[in-house]
């Protein structure tokens, strides 16, 4: 998710669910009959409040839970807005290098570059 501000490009981040205080990108599940285009605009508007639309596909990352696979596609998306969000999680609009200072995992900071060199 990126926008404008003076000039400058911002990244939104979200506060993780089960670890406050950790920054990572929005995300999450895909409902049935949903493409994973539609459930990243309904996530991101869930999880932050901004109404946003896809721009491109930046990447994506698979990792363990309970030892099952889980795969997550990424996308740059463009803000378009404010909007009502349903969950409780802080939000932070961070220009490029502090979002990518504030993200722990390789793989998620891998995103985010390949997001901020589609948007360059």
């Not at 669910?17 to 599940?29: A, F, I, T, Y």
């Not at 995992?105 to 891998?110: A, E, I, K, V």
Request: glycine share 6%; with cysteine.
């Amino acid at each position: 998710m990126t926008r404008t501000v003076d000039g400058e490009r911002e990244y939104l981040l979200v506060e993780a669910r089960r670890n406050r205080g950790e920054w990572v990108l929005p995300k999450g599940h895909i409902e049935p009959g949903e493409t994973p285009e539609a459930a990243a605009v309904r996530e991101v508007q869930e999880e932050a409040g901004v109404r946003a639309a896809v721009i491109a596909r930046t990447g994506e990352s698979v990792y363990a839970v309970d030892g099952q696979p889980v795969r997550i596609v990424f996308f740059l998306m463009q803000y378009q807005g404010e909007a009502s969000h349903q969950e409780d999680r802080a939000c932070a609009w961070r220009q490029y290098e502090d979002a990518l200072r504030l993200l722990r995992f390789d793989d998620t900071r891998r995103v985010l570059m390949e997001a901020h060199a589609l948007n360059a």
